[in-house]
């Protein structure tokens, strides 16, 4: 019954390999989020999906491309991984347009490693 | 450019002591958020606290909120072994919350 599941947790992968992430919320929430955090913690948005529509779209290389099948699913695939786009990625949601309100629900993160 | 910036970066302390954590920000805010994080996790939402108010209680935590110095404190009373984290201010920017790089937090049993 996890509120905000995502999958992998762990992802290890050689350079110039291409990667999905999957996420779910079995919460009812409008918004989906996209985060990456770096080594030193800093928690940086990516992308938002507020009922299936793109709200934000931060500037990430467009090897990122999320998709949202329904307001309950927001994807992450990442074409041509670098040594750089090693983090771990969070899913989040929230209700309504803006998480400053309401605050959000995280997953528990996949820490992806690219070798 | 960070939002919201967290004070001290790390603080240790015994079992059953206070621990305060200070953020400030920059810009006129609507709302601010703590978080915590725990080692290999999510984040947790743990209060929102709005900008007309001046402070907000839940459980063993105490949120105080100034906007004209632009800052807020994040109090945990009585301290235990499990709270050891990192503790994450963030802020309202439009339909973006920023957040800050956190103070990590260890208490000793």
């Known amino acids: 019954d996890t509120a905000v599941s995502q999958t992998p947790k762990y992802l290890v992968t050689q350079m110039g390999n291409d990667k999905s992430i999957k996420c779910e919320q079995n919460l009812g929430h409008d918004t989906m989020y996209w985060y990456k955090q770096d080594s030193k913690k800093f928690l940086k948005i990516m992308f938002s999906y507020n009922n299936k529509e793109l709200i934000i779209n931060e500037t990430v290389p467009n090897r990122f491309s999320p998709k949202s099948p329904d307001k309950a699913h927001l994807n992450l695939h990442i074409n041509s991984l670098e040594l750089g786009d090693s983090a771990v990625y969070f899913c989040?949601?929230?209700?309504?347009?803006?998480?400053?309100?309401?605050?959000?629900?995280f997953g528990s993160g996949t820490r992806l490693t690219v070798v | 450019s960070q939002q919201g910036e967290e004070d001290p970066q790390a603080l240790s302390i015994q079992e059953g002591e206070n621990a305060t954590m200070n953020c400030s920000y920059k810009?006129?805010?609507?709302?601010l958020q703590w978080y915590r994080q725990n080692s290999g996790r999510g984040l947790v939402h743990l209060i929102l606290?709005?900008?007309?108010?001046r402070e907000k209680h839940s459980g063993r935590l105490r949120v105080t909120l100034d906007t004209s110095k632009k800052s807020s404190s994040l109090l945990i009373t009585a301290s235990r072994a499990a709270d050891t984290a990192s503790y994450f201010c963030?802020?309202?920017?439009?339909?973006?919350?920023?957040f800050g790089a956190g103070t990590r937090l260890f208490v000793k049993a």
């Open positions: 989040a949601s929230s209700q309504g347009r803006a998480a400053a309100h309401y605050g959000y629900t």
């Open positions: 963030a802020t309202d920017a439009g339909l973006k919350t920023i």
């Open positions: 810009t006129s805010i609507n709302n």
């Open positions: 606290i709005r900008s007309n108010e």
